[in-house]
């Protein structure tokens, strides 16, 4: 399978080790692995992933908040017909979302790997809310945040859960 992974940097976060790991575990099992990057520190994990033969797709992005930039170099990426799609955190979800569009086939995956109860900007977590309508599934990084983003309309049977780090 072609599988795209999209974040927001390669920074020292956890959320970016989850997507290292699960990148390097999807390109063992010998499916061809990209990874699209838009902002912040981008060094941390990269040499880890360029080892593995995993490819970075890096865009900078031109100014804070939503950018069309991005969306547009997501966009580009995006004509080489990936079959599943998996991305992590609120605005990664949503550029994919808004990308994705209601194109059928290709499969994709959101990961909440902070908490959907987070204070945040009413119009980011709506629109994080409508990137999980448009996936296929949704995965949570506890039982807890789980039940949380069950109660939420249209997300009760699409919802998984993994534990932060576990390979």
């Not at 974040?7 to 990148?23: E, M, P, T, W, Y």
């Not at 080892?51 to 547009?72: A, M, P, T, W, Y």
């Not at 599943?84 to 990961?111: D, K, Q």
Request: include cysteine; hydrophobic fraction near 45%; proline fraction near 1%.
């Amino acid at each position: 399978l072609r599988i795209l992974l999209v974040i927001d940097s390669l920074g020292s976060g956890g959320a970016q080790r989850l997507f290292v790991n699960l990148a390097k575990k999807l390109n063992g099992l010998k499916h061809d692995v990209e990874m699209f990057i838009y902002t912040g520190d981008t060094s941390f994990f990269r040499q880890e992933l360029t080892d593995c033969g995993i490819r970075i797709l890096e865009h900078r992005k031109d100014q804070k908040g939503f950018s069309f930039n991005v969306l547009n170099a997501l966009r580009a990426v995006l004509r080489n017909d990936y079959d599943s799609i998996i991305s992590a955190m609120h605005t990664p979800s949503i550029y994919v979302a808004m990308t994705l569009g209601l194109r059928a086939r290709t499969t994709f995956v959101v990961c909440e790997l902070s908490s959907s109860l987070a204070r945040g900007h009413f119009v980011r977590r709506f629109l994080f809310w409508l990137a999980t309508i448009r996936a296929d599934r949704v995965v949570a990084n506890s039982i807890t945040e789980a039940e949380n983003m069950r109660r939420w309309p249209g997300l009760s049977k699409k919802i998984s859960t993994i534990w932060n780090g576990y390979e």
